[in-house]
Every structure is written in C-alpha cells, then in structure tokens.
C-alpha cells in the first residue's frame, strides 16, 4: 500500500513539478505540466500585485479555459542546469488573443525581460511574422528564473493558454517548415479553388457554388488562425483582426451546410434532415450577427454548437449510401474527417486526450483535408453521374434496338400481310366470285401475255370459247339459284378436265374462255370435242330434278403477229357463232382464208 502511495505522489510531482530543466536542445517542449494559473476577473492587477497571488495548479493535461472575458496570468518556473546560458523561446500556438505580456525574473526578484504582444499592440513594420506570438528568453548557467505571462481580450475569446519551448535553432527551423507547409497549403487550395471556379462557371450546379465558398472559408481560416492574414493582409485593422475569425469560420460552417444540402439533394432525399439543417444555417448567421454586434460571448457558444452538430453529417452520407444513392460515398469519408476532427477537439476540451503539438495541428487542418477530399467527392460524383447516365443510355439503346427489332418485325409481319392480302386482293379482283375461276379482266391480262410469248417465242396458242346452249330457259323455268347450280357443275367438271398450264376465266353470264399455251387449233379441236361429250353426259341434281345442258363452242389459234386478246377472242366468237348459227352443240375453228372448215360430228346443219 505504502509502495502504490509512494508511487501516485512520485507520478504527481514529476507531472507537476515547480521547476521546469531547460535543456540545450528542445524542440517544442510543452509547459503544460509545469505551469500556474491565477484568473484576474477584475482585469485590473498589475505584474507586481500577481506576484502575491494564490496561483492554481490545474493538475491535468488541459490547457483550454473555455471562453472568457477575464484576464489570465500563468507563472512558469524554469531553471538551466547546465553550464552554459540557453537562449530559448517561449511559443504561443493559439494567436487570436488581444494582448500577450510576459515577464522574466532572476533568483532575487529582479526584472529581466519584459515583452508586450497581441492582435492590438503588434507593429508588423517593426516585428517579424515569426515573432507575433513568441518570447525570447536567456537564462544564465545554474540559475532558474520565473516567467510570468499575461493574456487578455478586450471582449470575449477563446483562452487557449498551449504554448511550448525552443531552443532558437530548432525554433527557426519549425518556423520555415510551418511557413512554407501553410504557403503550400494554401496555394493548393487556391488552384483548387480556381479550377471548380472554373466548372462551376461551366456546369452552374449549387453543388459547386458552395464548394468553391467553403475552399475561400478555409483559405481565409489557415490565413486567420495562422497569423497570416493578421500580420500581412489587414494588419492595419484592428477590427478586421477580431471579427476575421468568426467571418472565416461561419463562412466555412454556412457553406459545408449548405453545400451538403445540394450534394446529397437532403430536400428530396431527406426532408426531415434538410430542416434540420436550415435551422442550422440560421443559427450560424445569427452568431455572425451577434459577433458584428459585439456579443461575441454568444457568437462563440453558437459556433461551438454549429461544431457538435457535425459529428452526425457523416451519418446522413453513409445512410444514403446504404440506401443506394452511390454519390453519398465521397461526401461520407470526407464529412467522416471532419468529424473525426470536431471529435479531437471536444475530446481535448473535456481533458479525455492530452494537448500536444500534434493534436493541436490536427484540430486545424480537419476541414483542409476535408476540402480536398470534397474536391475528390465531387469528381467522384461526375464519374458516377456519368457511369449512370452512360448506363441508362446504353438502356436506352438496347430499349431502342429491341423496339427497333420488334417494329422491323412487326412491319415485316404487317407487310407480309399486306402483301397476303393484296394478293388476295388482286385474286378475289380476278376471280369469278360464284365460280371461283378467272373473270374476264383476269383473262384479258393473262391472254396478252400468252400472245406476247407465243408470238415471241414462236410457239403455239389457242383460244376456246364455250357458251351454253339456252342457259336463259333454266333461269326461266327453275330460277337463278338453279341457273347458279348448273354454272357452279358445269366449271367445275371443265376444270377437271384440264391441264395445270390452261387459263380457265367466266368471261359473261354463261360464256366461258380457255387459253391453251402451247396448243395448235387442231390439238385444241381435240379438247373441245373431248369436253363436249363430258358436257353431253353432264347430269345436274337440282332439289327433285335433273338439268342436263349443252354447249357451243369456237376455236382460233394465234398465227399472227399482229393478234392481241380482243382480236383473237373476235374471231373465236365468231366460230362460235357459226356453230350457233349451225344447230348449236358442236365445235368450230376459225377459218382462215380458204382453209376447208373443220366441223365437230355432233354438228347438224344444212347448206
């Protein structure tokens, strides 16, 4: 028990000792550790009034004293064991404060040294950028000596009380390096900038409007909070000194808020949240206001609750992106920097994580890093918007070339059946509707053709003519529908009687044509006698009784040049008429010239 005792009351003195040992080399050596505390909430005792006051170890690893209008007094002792003198540097790492004083005391009280700094008092004709927040101190061998610092605001700030030690050359080296990474930083930022200026000039989405807002909030923050801006740019204006922090930081706050809503389209997607951060956005215009107004106490607590509010920013990315919506993920990881950073530092206020030189920068570069990785989102974003839109195009193509095939079928089937049905068309047009074989205009079409091969090719034709003998006394005496029947038996008996290459056509009411290719008048002669006498034994039933018809039929062959269809129907029909005129029921062939006539035996007739 005695051991562990011994051991916490060894861990405390060495973690807060009195005296700080100076070294020859050191390379930001934080005074936390070792320092004082005295709060003059009066902001009226002087250096020699503090000496007697009750300072406070605050026995921990906290440096900030939250926001206050006090003045703050910090007691360092440090002592130099060595033999020789150190000079070394005392180093504030939060710069925004009105005043800074310090004071160094030797062994007996006596004044050493004595600096006045601040945003209010510095002259940056006469002191150098590096200087604005550090003390020079020199402490002779094998003394020690009491620091005593004094920080204060005219109205309300942060009391940031982190500051560390430096040897000079270490300190003239952490100096360049700082300048040159933060010149660095910005100027990457600037071509950022300048590029999705440049798109947006282009593209005209909010999106990268915000975007570009936010990159001038974190230019003008690293500016700012850096000393840059304060020492080179408005050095001259005391006011533009105390109100640029809060100016950059709610720009920054307003514009990610903002940006936000476009990028994750929260009006549509997520209208609850979407009001949430409206609110959001109100708050941090009213906390510029108050800081216009002087309340700076109030701006202050507003911004820090801006700040909590964007741990759950990552939340509304990843749970779009769960959902589906690919362009969150960019926007995730980078809003997950910021978090991760507002997180460090409320960790630091609640003394949860030990302030080092470390965890202070990481606290300031977050919302750099997450500019730069929201330039990356927003690439990403194009590449998705682009991925999808050739996705939905190559959609649409295939749509368009299924539709393509689909109508190209579908015409091809529709003309298929246009042409089916004009087909039909044309046939039913030369078809005789009762019989069903050729009419007249398909006889006239055909019979042109035949003639003009025969005549071409130098083959044979005939032409026959059947006409049927008193077909009216049928109508007469049985009716239509019986004169239909005996017309209906009488073509289809012919029909079966003929070859495949005859042309058979209903030319009047019982007149009747056969075209025979290749057929000479004597061959055709033949046929007509051979369906003579199948029209001869023709027995027709129609309902109680037997019709029993004839025919007269003529012949003509093409021999002539000169012959068309009308011609040589001509002259058949008047064989036919000479077979009429003869006693009917035979067959003739035209005469031509002085040719002996050609007559059917059934033929009766006198001279």
């Known amino acids: 028990m005695l051991k562990i005792l011994f051991f916490f009351l060894f861990t405390t003195l060495m973690l807060h000792a009195d005296v700080l040992q100076l070294s020859c080399k050191m390379e930001g050596l934080s005074t936390i550790p070792y320092i004082s505390y005295f709060e003059d909430k009066t902001k009226k005792m002087d250096v020699e009034e503090i000496k007697n006051a009750e300072f406070e170890s605050k026995n921990s690893f906290h440096s900030n004293q939250g926001t206050s209008n006090s003045n703050w007094w910090l007691k360092l002792h440090v002592k130099n064991p060595t033999n020789k003198p150190i000079d070394w540097i005392l180093k504030f790492n939060y710069a925004q404060i009105d005043e800074f004083q310090s004071w160094q005391y030797d062994d007996n009280g006596v004044l050493l040294s004595h600096f006045l700094k601040g945003d209010h008092f510095i002259d940056t004709s006469v002191i150098s950028f590096k200087e604005r927040t550090a003390f020079e101190f020199n402490t002779m061998q094998k003394t020690e000596n009491t620091i005593y610092l004094k920080l204060a605001y005219e109205n309300y700030g942060i009391m940031e009380t982190f500051h560390t030690l430096w040897t000079k050359e270490e300190f003239e080296k952490s100096e360049q390096f700082r300048f040159y990474m933060i010149v660095g930083l910005s100027s990457a930022i600037s071509i950022l900038l300048f590029y999705n200026i440049f798109i947006w000039l282009i593209l005209r989405k909010k999106e990268y409007f915000w975007y570009n807002i936010y990159l001038l909030g974190t230019i003008f923050s690293m500016l700012t909070f850096n000393q840059i801006g304060a020492h080179y740019l408005w050095n001259t204006s005391i006011y533009l000194i105390d ?74 990315g990843f749970k779009l992106w769960r959902a589906g919506y690919k362009i969150a993920r960019g926007y995730t990881l980078a809003s997950l920097v910021v978090s991760i950073t507002v997180m460090i530092i409320i960790l630091r206020f609640s003394e949860v994580l030990q302030t080092s030189e470390l ?34 195009q190559n959609k649409a193509k295939q749509s368009l070339e299924v539709a393509k095939k689909t109508l190209e079928s579908e015409v091809k089937k529709r003309t298929h059946e246009l042409e089916i049905q004009t087909r039909k068309a044309e046939k039913i047009a030369r078809m005789d509707e009762m019989t069903g074989i050729y009419n007249r205009r398909a006889f006239v079409e055909h019979g042109e053709k035949l003639i003009y091969d025969a005549i071409r090719y130098k083959t044979d034709f005939s032409l026959v003519i059947l006409d049927l003998d008193f077909f009216k006394n049928i109508n007469d005496t049985y009716g239509h529908e019986a004169g239909d029947t005996v017309l209906i038996s009488f073509t289809k008996e012919v029909s079966n009687h003929l070859r495949d290459t005859d042309f058979f056509a209903r030319i009047g009411g019982e007149e009747f044509v056969i075209l025979l290719s290749h057929t000479k008048s004597s061959q055709a002669f033949e046929k007509a006698n051979t369906l003579l006498q199948m029209i001869n034994g023709l027995e027709i ?12 039929i003529g012949i003509c062959d093409c021999i002539d040049s000169e012959e068309t269809i009308y011609s040589l129907l001509a002259k058949a029909d008047q064989a036919l008429y000479y077979v009429k005129e003869h006693g009917r029921n035979s067959v003739h062939v035209y005469e031509r010239n002085t040719s002996p006539v050609r007559e059917s035996p059934l033929l009766q007739y006198t001279d």
Request: no cysteine; charged share 15%; proline share 2%.
């Open 359 to 392: 965890l202070y920068w990481m606290s300031r570069f977050g919302f750099i890093v997450e500019g730069i990785l929201l330039s990356i989102a927003l690439a990403d974003r194009i590449t998705i918007l682009e991925h999808d839109y050739l996705k939905e």
């Open 243 to 316: 109100m640029m922090p809060f100016l950059s930081i709610i720009t920054l706050l307003i514009s990610f808020i903002f940006f936000t809503r476009a990028f994750l389209e929260t009006d549509k997607l997520l209208p609850r949240a979407d009001k949430i951060l409206k609110i959001l956005i109100i708050f941090n215009a009213l906390a510029l206001v108050l800081a216009f107004l002087g309340q700076r106490h109030l701006a202050i607590g507003i911004v820090q609750i801006s700040l909590l509010s964007f741990i759950f920013f990552p939340i509304l």
């Open 541 to 552: 039933f129609y309902k109680d009784s037997i019709l029993k018809v004839t025919a007269s």
